[in-house]
């Protein structure tokens, strides 16, 4: 077996949108504090005291958070540490291998959160794709969606690109890789996945995620390849492996993440 230079399958993840539930209250200054009623004003009439309120004028009748935010006054915010919302991550097997690797999240504490969102591919920084034939993985071996194989109502996203392998004879035949993003709850049923657009949520990179509304989701991701002109995936390992490779010199690369938004 030759080695295999893998790039770290990394996780983009940590602060909530400005009114979550681990902010500080502030002062509400604004023209519409009433002197008169001291520290019982409250302007835009959602429970919260003007001078805990970090959103003046919330729409008549909106549910608001524990600062007088509400869910249309918030925009949804990258959370930069990890793990966030408490939550615990436990990972296993590889997206080389049969049956993939396996990401599970459990323990989150949606707080005082409004939504929490899991994007696919969403750093810039680790581009999304698979190589055959460098430790890189170049722009061209970015993942495209696969809107035929792809079922994301019912959680399941696939994605393809095109790379290469270079064999022992000095050929180097296309090969087509594909990404298979599956995503359940902690019930294992399909969490519907929908384009960042739908979603509504500013994401850096990514195109597709889905909104997670339980305490616990499962991430499951198979990154399989084909050479041209046959009908057979076989994971990009396993096809790497077997194939008439040099005894030294070749190398294959990955990579693959997820980032949270929330707000």
Known sequence: MRPHSVLALGLTVASCAKGGAHEAPVADSGPMADASCGDLCDADADGVPDHMDQCPATPAGEKVNK????????????????????????????????????????????????????????????????????????????????????????????????????????TMPAVTGRLTVTITDGASAPVPIAAVADLKVPARQGAYGAEITGAAFNVVVLIEAQQMGTTTWTPYLDYYDAAPTPTTGGSTAVSFGGSFYAK
Not at 107 to 131: E, Q, R
Not at 138 to 156: P, V
């Open 67 to 170: 600062v007088g935010c509400a869910d249309s006054q918030l925009m949804p915010t990258l959370e930069t540490m990890f793990p966030p919302f408490g939550l615990a991550w436990t990972h296993g097997g590889d997206p080389g291998r049969a049956g993939g690797l396996t990401w599970t999240y459990a323990g989150i504490n949606h707080g005082d959160l409004f939504h929490i969102w899991w994007i696919v591919c969403d750093d810039p920084a680790t581009p999304c794709g698979v190589s055959l034939d460098a430790s890189t993985i170049a722009a061209s071996e970015y993942w495209q969606f696969d809107a035929a194989d792809s079922n994301l109502a019912g959680g399941k996203l696939v994605e393809t690109n095109a790379t290469q392998i270079a064999l022992a004879d000095g």
